[in-house]
């Protein structure tokens, strides 16, 4: 999957959010990353409960407000959706 720049800053900016530390600095290192990790963009809150439900993750009954609030969400800013499995 390639990652645009608003996909690959979002990631840079929030990924606190999931780790403990950087895992990286650079646009180009946040790419190899994602795409390591089999990252995925999303179009909508739907599709990212779509998501964690096709992978078998339980989210104890997680509604499409709710799960936005999970640390492997990251909300891109232009409505689309990044999901980072740490």
């Known amino acids: 999957m390639q990652f645009d720049d608003a996909v690959l800053q979002c990631f840079l900016k929030h990924q606190l ?9 650079k646009p ?11 990252a995925v963009v999303v179009d909508s809150p739907r599709e ?3 998501y964690f439900d096709a992978a078998g993750i339980d989210m104890d009954g ?9 640390d492997e969400v990251f909300e891109v800013g ?3 959706y990044l999901i980072v499995e740490g």
């Open 17 to 25: 959010q999931l780790f403990p530390e950087a895992v990286a600095e």
């Open 28 to 38: 180009e290192e946040a790419e190899h990353y994602l795409e390591e990790c089999m």
């Open 62 to 70: 997680a509604d499409e407000d709710s799960i936005l609030d999970a």
């Open 48 to 50: 990212v409960l779509d």
């Open 78 to 80: 232009d409505g689309r």
